[in-house]
């Protein structure tokens, strides 16, 4: 079923080169006969790191389905760098340059870490392939020693190192990171903190988090949802600001 | 501090998938070894290279089985009816091939341009064509008008692909036009003759044709699956289609591709049924289809060697039980089924996915 209000062309609202990478306007996602996003509206700054915030159910990894196509919204229009995405399929999506970093990290652990790699090297040739590895080598120095071993044999750090990597081996503009301190030490926490901070100077970060250190030291900007609802929007230092806002949605208290 | 390092070898073997292959290694041995003394040595010899052709006949219908079933978990019944239509398309199209050009009545034929007089050999090369391009279509049609709104529902497969089998099976009879259940070769297709390596042992050369090509088909698909970027999409398809398609494939190509080609590996099986026993019927399939569900659980779901290694312990091993207990010839590859799944249930080489 295709929605209605389908954009033209003319409508969109980034061109290529404005400063907007990622729109979302009305999205409507339904999962069977639940209706889970209802109408998120967000924008996403390019080179910036964007944290989506809120309570578990509010919609977040929904949103994140919903940009990617694997839960395709009803309503509402997705934008990217002037692309309509929705009415897309989810490869065609990941091609225009989206990087999907899954919830519980999705690796093939069936493969090895290099195999995970390589595929996700999506039609480059051998040398581009090397060059990608060696930067992802050098924001993870620790991956060179399990390239070789068993993904699903691997540690939840371990893995979320070769989930991120993945997504940095295609020439993606965006990354999509859902929930990456789920499941992992305080101190692998710590580190992919300071990964993070430092992709962002290579690539625009729509992150889903609920670990509020991670949230408020790798995000410029934030939005709260709810119920799959907008709550409201800002810089994060705003965010952090705000206790009665960090306390009643987030459940948080900052110091 | 120096840490007494342990041999390699006791390394090697807690690896529990090269245990599987030595134990059933040994063990066949062991069989063999018994039965060598009981029989004398060239019907021995005769019986291990029928065993060989046997296997590679069983590798070649299971192989495709066990990519379309075992990998992509699609319960496909069709697959009996493919083989079938492989092996007859090609046995049809040998025939014609083979014949003189036509004349008078016969010429207005729709396939009378086929009838060249040609040798076997391109007779055979041509034929073979006809037949892996049969077994390509009917693959590329099922899975494109049925299976692929049906994957991941075992029981609309069973039900849809036992429909198919009953279509497929009558509708064969119709476009080749059988006059009986038994289809025969007119002349014998290449490669004809034999050698004698001594001079109690007879070898044909059909024989060793069929070993080489099941042999090749292993080398094939084990190359695809796991040394190029194609299988490692399989292999991720397999895993996590989704996630597949979020680093940019389509998914469905990819399986698509997978399911023609397991197709093509039945019509080729068939193929080499037909050559093997020179001629067939329009019920091989299904007789092969059993045996090779049995091969394909023996060796392991999703195993792409484990399939090999069950079609070699079937094939070798029938026809020393055939002739010490002709009794058993028709259940023991269920006794051997039921016996490996007390074992191990998940087959031999099963739980790894290519």
Redesign the interface.
Known sequence: MKPSNLPTSATIPNGPNSEDLLVLEGVHTYISQFHILQGVSMTIKRGAATVLLGRNGAGKTTTLKSI?G?TPPRQGTISYDGQPLVGK???EI??SGIG?V?EDR?I????TSE?NL???A?GETTAEYRRRLEFCLELFPDMGQFLRQKAGTLSGGQQQMVAIS?GLM?DNKLLLIDEPSKGLAPIVVKAVIDTLVKLKEHVTILLVEQNFTMASTVGDYFYLIDDGHNITDGLMSQLIGDKELTRQYLGVTVK | MKVAQRPNLYLALRNPRLLTLISVVVGLLLVLLYINTAIKFPVFVKFLINGLVESAVLFLMASGLSLIFGLMDVVNFAHGAVFTWGGIAFMWSFNLFTMPPATGKDSSSPVAWMQMGLEPLPATALALVVGLVTGGLLGAGVEFLAIRRLYGRPVFQILLTLGLVLVLDESLKIVFSLKSQNYDFLATPWPTGNFKPSSEILVNWKSVAIVVAGLLVFGGVYWLLNRT?VG??I??GV??P??????????RVYFFGVFVLGSVLAALGGIAYSINSAGGSDQMGQFSLLTAFVVVVIGGLGSFSGAAVGALLVGIISPYVAYHFPGLADSFVMLLLVLVLLIRPQGLFGG???
Do not use: S, W
Request: glycine share 8%.
């Open positions: 990617m694997l399929t989810t490869f990941a091609r999907y899954p999705g093939f652990r069936e493969m195999e390589l595929l996700a999506r993945r295609t | 970027k490692l999409v292999r991720g895993e996590d989704q996630m597949v398609q979020a680093l940019g494939y389509n998914v790894k996915k290519y």
